[in-house]
């Protein structure tokens, strides 16, 4: 599966879209068709990502 990673520490533009995306200043913060999952949420993800 593709993704895409971030390092927020480092891009200071995306540390902005982690905050306005979420409201804090948290990671990971995964994105699954639109479905942002803040932390490491096992069942949410796997949910999302067997979702047609």
Known sequence: ????????Q????AREDL???TGRM????IVV????VVGFDRAKL???LASP
Request: hydrophobic fraction near 50%.
């Open 1 to 8: 599966m593709p993704f895409q990673d971030i390092n927020v």
């Open 10 to 13: 480092e891009d200071a533009e």
């Open 19 to 21: 905050v306005r995306l």
């Open 26 to 29: 948290a990671v990971p913060v």
């Open 33 to 36: 068709d639109g479905q942002v």
């Open 46 to 48: 796997q949910a999302l």
